[in-house]
């Protein structure tokens, strides 16, 4: 059984970053993509951004780009997404999340647990 | 980016009634790339329906999708307790994936 783990919750200062982790057991990192989510307290999913491990093919939307840098070590099929600059908007969960990239019409399959991020002074 | 509308914001309904829940793109988007995740407090989303109509593995047979170009649905019949939790419409087929706002199901 397929299963993403991730790290546990952060603490952090305005201004500083954060770096979550996401490690794939049961399977490897072919033919996936590992996306990642936030979920701010009781609101929406808003997508940050993914990568293509087995390429290193990144993509993010406007909004994050230069601020959010997705990673990935093929070894031990884990995948890093790294927030700079964190304001206290950034308080959310943040999820990795799978997507079989053989079929295009897969969706996010497989979930990590989540990871409370939260941003005080 | 495509933006997500999704009816109703929140449904109060009792166990084995039926309901159907709505989700707009701002423009045509392709069917094969529009998903549906339930998700209950404290946890992670679950995939339900991909494609906009096929269910997900173990997804019971009383959830089903629908929908093209710009009007897709979610219907469940038959409710079960455990069915009440908020549901996420989400158009993966060009990035910037997004996802609509959420629809609550409430007893």
């Known amino acids: ?121 | 980016e495509i933006v997500l509308t999704q009816s109703p914001g929140t449904l109060s309904l009792s166990p084995g009634e039926k309901v159907t829940l709505s989700c707009r793109t701002s423009q045509s988007v392709s069917s094969a790339y529009l998903a549906w995740y339930q998700q209950k407090p404290g946890q992670a989303p679950r995939l339900l329906v991909y494609g906009a109509s096929n269910r997900a593995t173990g997804i019971p047979d009383r959830f089903s999708g629908s929908g093209s170009g710009t009007d897709f649905s979610l219907t469940i019949t038959r409710l079960e307790p455990e069915d009440f939790a908020v549901y996420f419409c989400h158009h993966y087929g060009t990035t910037p994936y997004t996802f609509g706002q959420g629809s609550r199901l409430e007893i």
Request: charged share 20%; proline share 3%; hydrophobic share 35%.
């Open chain 1, 1 to 121: 059984q397929v299963q993403l783990v991730q790290s546990g919750a952060e603490v952090k200062k305005p201004g500083s970053s954060v770096k979550v982790s996401c490690k794939t057991s049961g399977d490897t990192f072919n033919n996936h993509a590992v996306n990642w989510v936030r979920q701010a307290p009781g609101r929406g999913l808003e997508w940050m951004g993914g990568i293509v491990p087995t390429v290193g093919a990144t993509d993010y939307p406007q909004k994050f780009r230069g601020r959010v840098t997705i990673t990935a070590d093929a070894s031990t099929s884990t995948a890093y997404m790294e927030v700079r600059g964190l304001q206290s908007d950034d308080t959310a969960v943040y999820y990795c999340a799978r997507k079989d990239i053989s079929v295009a019409a897969y969706a996010f399959d497989v979930w990590g647990q989540g990871t409370m991020v939260t941003v005080s002074s």
